[in-house]
């Protein structure tokens, strides 16, 4: 019997990140994104983990009102993923995240 070790929930947001920019921006829109995240706001996708903070202020510097429903729909796919309770709408995305790793962890 193997037992499968749960994923850390850096891995998991980084994963839900890609996911997310790819399914509204497409390949090609999403790459630039991140490149413009890398070289304004110095996030590499690569590391982790990501920086939570700077990637809330890049994607809304980069995307304006369209960076909130990106950073909502992070939070959607990642609560849906996981089966968990994405919490209260109204709480930032910094906010949010936290509510759902302390949940994750928990489980």
């Not at 019997?1 to 850390?8: D, G, H």
């Not at 706001?41 to 202020?57: E, G, S």
Request: aromatic fraction near 8%.
């Amino acid at each position: 019997m193997q037992i499968e070790k749960k994923k850390a929930f850096d891995d998991v947001i980084i994963e839900t990140v890609d996911i997310v920019l790819i399914d509204i921006f497409g390949g090609a829109g999403a790459n630039i994104i991140k490149q413009q995240l890398k070289a304004r706001y110095h996030l590499d996708f690569n590391v982790n983990p990501l920086n939570k903070q700077h990637f809330n202020i890049g994607i809304i510097d980069l995307l304006g009102s369209g960076g909130d429903m990106v950073l909502s729909t992070i939070i959607q796919y990642i609560s849906e993923d996981l089966g968990l309770d994405p919490g209260i709408r109204e709480q930032n995305f910094i906010v949010q995240l936290i509510n759902l790793e302390r949940e994750y962890n928990a489980s």
